[in-house]
């Protein structure tokens, strides 16, 4: 495949300033680009997603230290682990369904949930309460265990970071500040994937990242260059933008994942 380097890298950097200005992947973007503007088969650009989401959000998790410090991110390290103890068991049998199951069903169900989280963003959500966890006790735990099994099946099936349901389900469910759940949710992603990916590194379809090495690269680059760009970001937009945005995103995700279908 003939890769055309300004297109690669400028998707890329698009996608990584998301990453790094919100706390995700930016998988549901590149997804649909893989498949229609580069036209890779749908399990290759899962693999591909998957790898380039790994970059973003390695990179991004630094980058946004300005703004939200490591010792910070520790001080909830009993919320990480919560949603580690689903999403890491999540990833690795999403993963192998993703090697032999057609997923048309899964992503319209996606789809739906993606707007319905928008919605719960924009309309449920008081921003007065916004450090008020939904749950307590052994109910909170449980439901944490079971958001982060869903968040992992749907990460590793679609190749995504699962940026876009861990936010929400930070801010909803354990009442965290959007600025600091987007960074929990890069450093709970970051295990995720590596879960996944180790999963799909045994199967012939991973050598598509062999293959495709000066795509890699040159997205690579590109994202880093926009994580970087977009962690920058972090300390000068107020939270209360990020909000909307988040939601906006959703919402555009979800007809990408439908059309995807």
Known sequence: MKTNKPAVFGSGALIGILGGLIGLGGAEFRLPLLIGLFGFASLEAVILNKTMSLIVV??????????????????????????????????????SWALRL??????????????????LLLFAHNPANSHQPALSGSALVLAGVAAGLVIGLVASLMGVAGGELLIPTLVLLFGIDIKLAGSLSLAISLPTMLTGIARYSADQSFAVVGRSRDFVLVMAIGSLFGAFIGG???GMIPAETLLPILAAILSISAIKVWRHA
């Not at 910070?72 to 890491?88: D, F, K, Q, R, Y």
């Open 232 to 234: 920058q970001l972090v």
């Open 102 to 119: 057609k997923s048309e069903t899964l992503y319209r169900v996606i789809a739906v949930l993606l707007v319905l989280i928008a919605i």
């Open 58 to 95: 390695a990179s991004a998790l630094p980058f946004r230290a300005g703004a939200v410090p490591f010792a910070v991110l520790m001080e909830h390290w009993p919320v990480i682990l919560n949603l580690l103890a689903g999403s890491l068991l999540g990833a690795w049998f999403g993963a």
